[in-house]
């Protein structure tokens, strides 16, 4: 029985036995279409009929006209209720079941269409100078005109319901002396249109419903294959931080030990490793954000020390180049993730010192209700008004036509952009060319926390004698890490243990003569355990021992409940003033305690 159902649906279906992806979503459009005028048409039927009821009231008995409008009303409700049923079930509906509801619907189609065009002999009066019939014909062609737009796609729906509509009414008008056969004759060349059109219209359909299809699969092989990079280059950090760490910290010690002639090649490649450390810095942190790994956890803080913190590092940048650089902060709290807003301020400022050929650069935080804007300006070259909408695009540099490679690489500002998006904190861009730019960022206002210390910003670097002498362990299980580090901790004449495994850690530790002064510790080691699990075991065996994690992993990519609130992380590669920096603090608040 159901095999012979599928035979009798398929032969009245518009997909004439075709099963490919493309005819199936032109059958699955057009279905859908008519189930939607279907569906509308319940909803004005019945303004409709009360509006036809009123208009022939005075040219047909009032019995008759109600007894027509109430049936077709039925007959409207009941195609409308066929269609709500379907309607749901369309979009994931196979060429089977396509074809069965557009049997049903046509069923439908052929029994409204049927209860309407009865209208001319329920109303009609045949040799009457004000006939009712031709206000029924004319109703009649105008809802057989929109049948033809939306039955297009279906021809044998579309010529049934013309057959039907328009040949009673030829029936009709044919037995109405000389006048009925003019209207015949005008009914005959409106059916000729309505079939010309729909075999315009119906391939017009297939191509837009082609086109449609063909460009979502090349939108979701292009989403597919640019969420394959990003997911590749967020797995691939780790594995691409490493060997850049390592000759960040081998550039460092070979510029430290080069003879004099040999001192400018030295200082170059040092420089053409810091320019390759911030381009491949800024591709993998854009890989992580589109790839979903940056997930921000927003703490409340005192804006005025981290801010003054972050800000001391450009000082020298600024005083280089002649240029002031002034903070001028608050003492409000702020809502945020320290770390992620951290690089937004250093990227901006950066930016702003690197684009300021002469004045000034600042950073102005300021109260706002339940805001604080936070606006970093300088009066650099400023940006074309045109050009506002690029700054944000990756390595756009509107000053740098020939890609300077000193002048970056052109994602910082894409970052900055990025990051506020996913901070959920609005950014705002004023510029004026010649005289300056702003931009400016606003915060959250959160209450005061007291017992809550404000996040903790590196502060810069400079060499001193209070490293001499120090123990630190080193725990790494790359080993071009382990040489470089091994090279830059002997440059500095730290005591420096380097191991690769923690069980050598353990090792070192249970062989010395004394703890050591610090301990920096890779995130990811060989076994079961990561450096966070290693910091705790010295620590539960031998007390408080500064320690920090360095790490090629995304900076929020590593696991939330490894993490340790005292212990910093630093992600690869690490610049030597940075290790620095921390050592003589760590040491120094070590001794304080």
Not at 132 to 150: A, D, E, K, S, W
Request: glycine share 8%.
């Amino acid at each position: 029985m159901n095999a012979a159902l599928d035979r009798v649906c398929a032969r009245l279906s518009s997909l004439g036995g075709r099963t490919d992806e493309i005819s199936v979503a032109t059958a699955r459009t057009g279905l859908r279409m008519r189930a939607q005028q279907n569906v509308v048409a319940i909803r004005i039927g019945l303004l409709a009929s009360t509006i036809i009821f009123a208009a022939m009231l005075p040219l047909a008995p009032w019995t008759s006209l109600l007894g027509w409008l109430v049936g077709n009303n039925l007959a409207l409700w009941w195609s409308g209720a066929v269609s709500s049923r379907f309607l749901p079930r369309i979009d994931q509906a196979d060429a089977r079941a396509i074809a069965r509801m557009e049997a049903a619907i046509l069923g439908t189609l052929v029994v409204s269409t049927t209860a309407f065009a009865s209208g001319l002999w329920w109303v009609g009066q045949r040799g009457s100078s004000t006939d009712p019939g031709f206000v029924v014909t004319t109703l009649l062609q105008m809802r057989l005109v929109g049948t033809m737009i939306t039955y297009s796609s279906h021809a044998l729906a579309l010529f049934t319901a013309v057959g039907i509509g328009s040949g009673a009414a030829l029936v009709y008008w044919a037995q109405a002396g000389s006048a009925g056969l003019a209207i015949c004759a005008s009914l005959l060349g409106l059916v000729a249109l309505m079939v010309r059109f729909s075999k315009l219209y119906g391939p017009i359909l297939e191509r837009n419903v082609r086109t449609a299809y063909e460009n979502a699969g090349l939108v979701a092989r292009l989403e597919t294959a640019n969420a394959s990079k990003s997911r590749f280059l967020a797995a691939a950090s780790h594995d691409l931080r490493q060997p850049i760490h390592a000759l960040v910290l081998f550039s460092d010690a070979l510029t430290r030990s080069a003879r004099p002639d040999q001192g400018e090649v030295a200082i170059g490649i040092r420089h053409a490793v810091a320019s390759l450390d911030k381009l491949l810095g800024g591709l993998l942190d854009l890989s992580q954000m589109d790839a979903g790994a940056l997930k921000p956890h927003p703490v409340a803080y005192a804006i005025e020390p981290w801010l003054h913190e972050i800000s001391r590092d450009f000082f020298r940048d600024a005083g280089e180049k002649g240029l002031t650089l002034s903070v001028q902060a608050t003492d409000a709290w702020v809502l945020s993730d320290a770390f992620l807003l951290e690089r937004v301020v250093r990227n901006l400022l950066d930016n702003a010192i690197k684009y300021t050929h002469a004045g000034a650069v600042g950073v102005t935080c300021a109260v706002d209700g339940d805001v604080v804007t936070l606006e970093v300006w300088d009066t650099g070259v400023g940006i074309p008004s045109d050009a506002l909408k690029h700054v944000f695009e990756e390595f756009t540099q509107l000053d740098n036509p020939h890609r300077d490679a000193a002048r970056g690489a052109g994602l910082g500002l894409t970052i900055v952009h990025r990051l506020c998006g996913i901070l959920d904190h609005p950014l705002y861009v004023r510029s004026s060319l010649g005289e300056g730019s702003s931009f400016v960022v606003t915060l959250p206002r959160a209450a005061p926390e007291p017992a809550r210390e404000s996040p903790p910003a590196p502060a810069g670097f400079a060499p001193s004698a209070a490293l001499r002498g120090r123990r630190v362990v080193v725990l790494d299980d790359d080993p071009r890490v382990r040489a470089a580090m091994r090279g830059l901790l002997d440059g500095w004449g730290v005591d420096g243990r380097i191991v690769g495994t923690a069980e050598q850690l353990h090792e070192a530790l249970r062989n010395a003569d004394a703890l050591p002064d610090a301990l920096i510790i890779d995130f990811r080691l060989p076994g079961e355990h990561n450096g966070f699990d290693v910091i705790r075991q010295v620590q539960s065996r031998y007390g408080a021992v500064p320690a920090a994690i360095f790490t090629g992993e995304s900076e929020l990519s590593l696991p939330a409940d490894a993490a340790m609130q005292d212990v910093p992380v630093f992600v690869k590669p690490v610049r030597p003033e940075e290790i620095g920096a921390w050592l003589e603090d760590a040491i120094a608040t070590s001794a304080r305690d």
